[in-house]
């Protein structure tokens, strides 16, 4: 538990200076939070991706550790596959999930909150992909409520670069500056409707609805800045940094 909170706090740290240096954090959907207790399971979807640095915007935001699911490629950076392994997060496999879904589930029975993508796109060049069904099926499996959130950077602040690795392969990747960060934590989806041999197709029909939402979202938030430039008009855009002073216990 020490080393585990102990590579957490490393993260954590990281996370908020680095957020802090980079955009303005706007947390919309409080209200949907549940008490934070032992006794709650659940699993923070996020269904859709902004950035590269989602789970960056995320855990600058986390009062407490929570567990990540995550692609197995940010495992094989050196020093980076430590601390993610020692902060307890999950690496996925997706030749192979079984055993990262089953961790999965059984963080989730034992309390801890767990975050997962919804989308099987390449968050790296801002690619969505299309929406998979394993977050769902956890939540299922694990008799945990979803918890759906939506991430929105202001799209002219995004910047796609590039890094070489110790290989010399070249990594796409999506950043930010000066910008607003939204976070929205939607309204918590109940699995208990699903029928406990749930099928393929009634775990999709909920993975679309959430894009669909994911969707909607995008589109009302673009709205709201082409609004908020034509109102602005010639004026010039203020300054965006700060991260957010809130912190939520996941």
Known sequence: MLVTNFAYGIL????????RSRAEVI????ENIPEDRASLKRVYLVINHSTTYD?????????????????????????????????????????????AVDRSVAEAEAGKALVVSLHDGDSTIGDWGRPRTGGIRIAHKAGAMI?????????????????????????????FRNTRYWIRFLP????GGLAAEASYEDYRSMANRLDARAKELNSEFD????????????APRP????????????
């Open 239 to 250: 300054k965006r940094r700060g991260g957010c002073p809130i912190r939520i216990a996941f």
């Open 188 to 191: 918590p989806e109940s699995t």
């Open 147 to 175: 918890m759906p959130v939506f991430l929105y950077v202001e799209p002219d602040r995004i910047r796609n670069l590039r890094f070489k690795g110790v290989d010399g392969t070249e990594y796409p990747y999506t950043t």
């Open 27 to 30: 947390i919309e959907g409080t």
């Open 55 to 99: 789970l960056v915007a995320l855990m600058h935001l986390s009062a407490k550790p929570f567990v990540v699911m995550m692609d197995r490629g940010a495992f094989t950076f050196p020093i980076i596959r430590h601390v993610l392994s020692a902060a307890g997060f999950i690496p996925l496999d997706k030749e192979s999930s079984r055993e």
């Open 12 to 19: 954590h740290a990281y996370s908020t200076l680095w957020m």
């Open 223 to 234: 709205a709201r800045l082409v609004k908020e430039a034509e109102e602005r008009g010639a």
